[in-house]
């Protein structure tokens, strides 16, 4: 609880960072206008856009849009629960669509969460079995492959593995599409299968990474528990290898994994922007990187502020999920 | 044979086989195959990229259009790219920069972090806030916030310091202040439970100042976490600087890094996939042979693995 408590303070506190790098910098939503736009045009724009008030007025703005008129739209379009008239309440707007930028991320998030949650899930699949089988036979040849292979993956950034995978797949077996098609919808088994090829290469490319992270630590947490005095018990007991590692060690190995897998969820968001960047995903990184080069200021605000409310509340649930499965350890 | 030449025999033994702490690392340190193959790799390349332009003295920025696209010939060991750039010139020159930022933000982020450690660990109410401004940082989102940062200041410090030089100083600068959480928890943790120990008491018994103590007694039991998340750095920093650079938003693309070569030669892989491979494998060899050396090092650093 006192947690909780603290994270409120730590998200206003991140949401006024984000917002005054972006407003102290030194950056003009007009400056890109041609230069024949004379200087009272410029004005009445920067009005439309609410840049005449001072920065607290529209940090205050920003905060009561975000907090209280975005999450009561979405009730309403959610579940048709309507508090107060939804035409009334103002929306975070983006300056270079003039659409909701709730709207625009809405429209994005699937594409990112099938691709990296996937994924993150064949990441954690593989990377589970991978880590038992090598602690349990520390240095031999398994493991040493293992350990290297990991390295490898966790050495190598994806950008550089997508763009070797595009090059052997797409471009000299031809294998799958190098572009990933986003207006593909998936109404028959061919476009189905379709989906499945162009996915492929950029849930492979990101579960070979989460992979190689987790499995190293799977692999440590385990041999931390191989030597403890229940293992031994459990094997005097006349427990059979099986069950002893796959119930008594694991059990207590997995604890320490599972909120690193929870910790590592917001960061995959991150390394999405860089994954779909490859391969042309049109997910929330993309909506990122477009908006930073456009210098759709409200877009990039709400985007950031979205990664830091992620990063927290994951953060959160590890420490809760910890406590859960730990009964050692207790918040007070 | 009497048992006081024996003992004289056994004493010089001792004495000529008198051990320091750095010998007994490396000793430890050269039975790590990988590690000692990870400072052969890092010395090669760095070596190779400092030196190599001496001996393959191509202009890396000469244009010549006449030799656009070529595979690999005697004079361009690596080929050429779209308008005629030697790859192995760009390679070495990029190799300069990536290598530059990666060990300059390492330096800003260790600092920083041993600092605020240090400072945490031993002032009792500074640890408090420090420690929750270390959370915040640990919350921000790093990669979007190194984006919109380089984004909005570039043009203002490119002004200020010329194109190269500001971006050069604004990414081993953002790279720097947004890294060095780690190492300060970890130097943190390690001061409190130094701090506490009986020769620090000794050395405040006999009047030795503060910032003697912190400098004489406890920086050198730390060093071995800093050494560890130095060489940690380093990786992140030429991987944080390369994804920049891939995004579009690093070095401008007349000034090669490994990160800008990739980007750029990413959209000519159907043409000459060699320009994306040869930058690719150098940002991996780099970052593999560096995480290899901390490997190393953290096993050789442990007492409690040391002489096993």
Redesign the interface.
């Known amino acids: 609880m006192r947690r909780l408590l603290l994270a409120i303070p ?1 998200l206003l ?2 949401s006024f ?2 917002f005054a ?2 407003d102290l ?3 003009d939503p007009t400056g890109n206008l041609p230069m024949t736009v004379p200087p009272e045009v410029r004005e009445k724009i920067r009005v439309s856009l609410g840049l005449d008030q001072p920065m607290h007025v529209r940090f205050g703005m920003w905060l009561i849009q975000f907090f209280v008129n975005e999450p009561l739209n979405i009730l309403h379009e959610a579940f048709g629960i309507s508090i107060g008239d939804a035409t009334e309440r103002t929306r975070i707007l983006s300056w270079a669509t003039r659409s909701p930028v709730i709207d625009l991320i809405i429209q994005r998030t699937p594409q990112t969460l099938w691709v990296v949650g996937l994924s993150y899930l064949f990441g954690i699949l593989i990377a589970i079995p991978i880590g038992i089988v090598s602690a349990y036979k520390q240095y031999s040849w398994f493991d040493q492959v293992g350990t290297f292979i990991s ?2 993956g ?4 994806t ?2 593995t997508g ?2 995978a ?2 052997i797949f797409s ?1 000299q077996l031809k294998w799958f599409p190098m572009i990933y098609d986003t207006t593909l919808s998936v109404d028959s088994w061919q476009n189905f299968v379709t989906q499945v090829k162009q996915m492929i290469m950029p849930v492979s490319v990101l579960a070979l990474y989460n992979a190689s992270q987790l499995s190293r630590f799977m692999r440590a947490s385990i041999l931390d528990n191989l030597n403890l005095d229940y293992v031994r018990t459990a094997r005097a007991k006349g427990r059979s290898e099986r069950v002893v590692l796959l119930i008594h060690v694991l059990r207590n190995s997995l604890i320490p994994v599972v909120t690193l897998i929870a910790l590592g969820i ?1 960061t995959i968001f ?2 999405a ?2 994954t779909e ?2 391969f042309r995903v049109n997910g929330l990184g993309q909506l ?2 477009i908006a ?2 456009g ?1 759709d200021i409200p877009l ?1 605000q709400t ?2 502020f979205l ?2 409310i ?3 509340l994951f ?1 959160l649930i590890a420490d809760v999920v910890y406590g859960i499965l730990d009964p050692r350890i207790r918040y007070d | 044979m009497t048992d006081i030449a024996k003992f004289e025999e056994l004493s010089q033994e001792a004495v000529s086989k008198h051990r320091s702490l750095w010998g007994d690392v490396w000793i430890q340190f050269r039975k790590h195959k990988g590690a000692l193959t990870g400072v052969f790799v890092f010395s090669f390349i760095t070596l190779a990229v400092f030196i190599g332009p001496y001996i393959h003295d191509i202009d890396p920025s000469a244009i010549n259009f006449k030799k656009r696209n070529l595979g690999p010939t005697l004079s361009h060991p690596l080929g050429t790219d779209n308008i005629g750039h030697d790859t192995l010139a760009q390679m070495l020159a990029g190799g300069q920069v990536s290598l530059a930022v990666g060990f300059l933000a390492m330096m800003i982020a260790l600092i920083l972090g041993t600092m605020i450690g240090i400072l945490a660990g031993f002032i009792k109410s500074l640890d408090g806030p420090l420690m929750r401004l270390t959370d915040l940082f640990l919350a921000l989102p790093i990669l979007p916030l190194l984006l919109v940062i380089i984004l909005l200041f570039r043009d203002t410090l490119r002004t200020l310091y010329g194109p190269e030089a500001g971006i050069f100083m604004l990414i081993v600068f953002v790279i720097g202040i947004t890294s060095w959480m780690h190492t300060a928890r970890i130097v943190r943790s390690d001061v409190l439970g130094i701090k506490e120990r009986e020769f620090v008491t000794a050395a405040y018994s006999i009047g030795t100042r503060k910032s003697r103590i912190i400098f004489r007694h406890i920086l050198p039991n730390i060093l071995s976490p800093i050494m560890v998340s130095a060489t940690l750095g380093i990786a992140n920093a030429i991987i944080t600087e390369s994804a920049l650079s891939f995004l579009g938003l690093g070095f401008p693309p007349d000034f090669p890094t490994w990160g800008r070569l990739l980007y750029d030669g990413a959209n000519f892989i159907q043409i000459t996939p060699s320009r994306v491979i040869w930058p690719g494998l150098f940002i991996a060899l780099t970052v593999l042979s560096v995480n290899y050396i901390g490997d190393g090092l953290r096993d050789a650093l442990d007492p409690r693995l040391r002489g096993r």
């Open positions: 730590t506190v991140i960072i984000i790098i972006l910098a030194p950056n390295m490898v966790f050495s190598v950034p950008f550089f763009m070797v595009i090059i471009v917001p991150s390394g922007i860089i960047q490859i990122l990187i930073i080069e210098a990039v985007l950031t990664f830091a992620l990063i927290v953060n």
